[in-house]
T-cell receptor, first 111, second 112 residues
Framework: DAKTTQPPSMDCAEGRAANLPCNHS???????VYWYRQIHSQGPQYIIH???NNETNEMASLIITEDRKSSTLILPHATLRDTAVYYC????????????FGQGTTLQVKP | EPEVTQTPSHQVTQMGQEVILRCVPI?????FYWYRQILGQKVEFLVS????????KSEIFDDQFSVERPDGSNFTLKIRSTKLEDSAMYFC??????????FGPGTRLTVL
């Protein structure tokens, strides 16, 4: 599975959009980009995933560059409850294999 | 909304004792996983389980660890002789087919 690189931390003002970047320059054609988050020491929570098209659900939007070497997770209106560690993970199309977590980005949403 | 559940939420044990961590995956899910997270460190994969057998395991998952699906609903992780370094949060996850892995809330294991 391809390695990902994320900034260790970011701040965002409450109510503003949070844009979390991820680099995955070695991603292969059949690998998906998944985003999870972990609030405090709770279990990781699935957010969104995509292959090459941009995706949106009730939690977030995922923008994947045309060359697929990077992506951005967008939380459109961040709240204090969005403070968490966000993980960008690349894995195969079936996703039945293990998830490899990096250090992620700690997002601090400030009032 | 269906969810993965884990019991107990916190387990305290003495070094050398056996512990069993229990998980109830989402019903109709076919793939099951255990991960752990030592305090302040990354979430690490331990083992995946499908069709009643281990499909993949990490280097961490040595002979002291075992997994079992004793009935149609539970999925357990057993540590035969706990060490201090086994203290961690243990997360169970399950997946249907080509969906996403859904994680439980975790069991905090403290080995004294």
């Amino acid at each position: 599975d391809a390695k990902t690189t994320q900034p260790p931390s970011m701040d965002c003002a409450e109510g503003r959009a949070a844009n979390l970047p991820c680099n995955h320059s070695t991603i292969s054609g059949n690998e998906y980009v998944y985003w999870y988050r972990q609030i405090h020491s709770q279990g990781p929570q699935y957010i969104i995933h995509g292959l090459k098209n941009n995706e949106t659900n009730e939690m977030a939007s995922l923008i994947i560059t045309e060359d697929r070497k990077s992506s951005t997770l967008i939380l459109p209106h961040a709240t204090l409850r969005d403070t968490a560690v966000y993980y960008c993970i690349v894995c195969g199309s079936s996703n039945t294999g293990k998830l490899i977590f990096g250090q992620g980005t700690t997002l601090q949403v400030k009032p | 909304e269906p969810e993965v559940t884990q019991t107990p939420s916190h387990q305290v044990t003495q070094m050398g004792q056996e512990v069993i961590l229990r998980c109830v995956p989402i019903s109709n899910h076919l793939y099951f996983y255990w991960y752990r997270q030592i305090l302040g460190q990354k979430v690490e994969f331990l083992v995946s389980f499908y069709n009643n057998e281990i499909s993949e395991k990490s280097e961490i998952f040595d002979d002291q660890f075992s997994v079992e699906r004793p009935d149609g609903s539970n999925f357990t992780l057993k540590i035969r002789s706990t060490k201090l370094e086994d203290s961690a949060m243990y997360f169970c996850a399950s997946l249907w087919l080509t969906d996403t892995q859904y994680f439980g809330p975790g069991t905090r294991l403290t080995v004294l």
